[in-house]
Nanobody, 124 residues
Framework: QVQLVESGGGLVQAGGSLRLSCAASGRTASRHSMGWFRRAPGKEREFLGAIAWNGATHYADAVKGRFTISRDNHENMVYLQMNNLKPEDTAVYYC??????????????????WGQGTQVTVSS
């Protein structure tokens, strides 16, 4: 089993930046793909992107060029750097792990273990 804990959310003005962290404990998360998702009020969960065990990344079009996913396998940490934030980025952000694959970058349905989420609010 793996436990995921997100942190780093908060209130930021439009155009600002935040870095979210996801700490993984338990099962060796460094051997698995990790993903970031968000859920805005009244909307479905949205897949933002993922990072494979070797650092390869993939991003959804909505955040490509603004968000960057990275990981530190020694520390079992995954990060989401968010730049040029917009009010429509306001959401609860979640990290998740694909407990089967080290390589999955695009199949959001395979991410099957989740953190509790961290709130990001972007003011205009």
């Amino acid at each position: 089993q793996v436990q995921l804990v997100e942190s780093g959310g908060g209130l930021v003005q439009a155009g600002g930046s935040l870095r979210l962290s996801c700490a993984a404990s338990g099962r060796t998360a460094s051997r698995h793909s990790m993903g970031w998702f968000r859920r805005a009020p009244g909307k479905e969960r949205e897949f933002l992107g993922a990072i494979a065990w070797n650092g390869a990344t993939h991003y959804a079009d909505a955040v490509k060029g603004r968000f960057t996913i990275s990981r530190d396998n020694h520390e079992n940490m995954v990060y989401l750097q968010m730049n040029n934030l917009k009010p429509e980025d306001t959401a609860v952000y979640y990290c998740a792990i694909d407990l089967i694959s080290a390589w999955n970058l695009v199949d959001a349905s395979k991410f099957n273990s989740w953190g509790q989420g961290t709130q990001v609010t972007v003011s205009s």
